[in-house]
């Protein structure tokens, strides 16, 4: 029988050694590489900067309404995507509620008017 190899310390400490640059190295290259939000605005024409300073609060106030009405939807039992549906049926029915409120009163309005001016319907 033939005496056995001994293990090839050098091939290891090379494949760890790889491994290592790899895993680490490829993040933190990408990370050096992606530019900054500042550096990229930077880069913007004057219009495009002015503009998107412009709306930036807005933007991230919307964000900011987005992330806190997910997580008051993700409280229910119920699926994200059915409490949102819900949701919106009910401001559906909400607006409709409100522009038949709101024709209501304009025809009391306009009736009121008529009787001002002395006019029968």
């Given at each position: ?67 806190t009405r ?27 509620a ?24």
């Open positions: 029988m033939a005496p056995a190899k001994g293990v090839n310390w050098w091939l290891w400490t090379k494949v760890l050694a790889g491994g290592a640059v790899i895993s680490v190295g490829g993040p933190a290259f990408t990370y050096w590489l992606t530019p900054s939000e500042e550096q990229l605005r930077s880069r913007y024409n004057p219009d495009l900067q002015k503009r998107s300073l412009e709306g930036r609060e807005e933007k991230e106030q919307e964000f900011d309404e987005f992330v997910l997580k008051a939807y993700s409280k229910s039992d119920k699926p994200i995507w059915v409490v949102i549906k819900e949701e919106e049926e009910r401001k559906k029915k909400a607006g409709l409100a522009a038949k409120q709101n024709l209501k009163e304009a025809d009391a309005r306009r009736e009121e008017m008529r009787r001002e001016t002395g006019l029968a319907k």
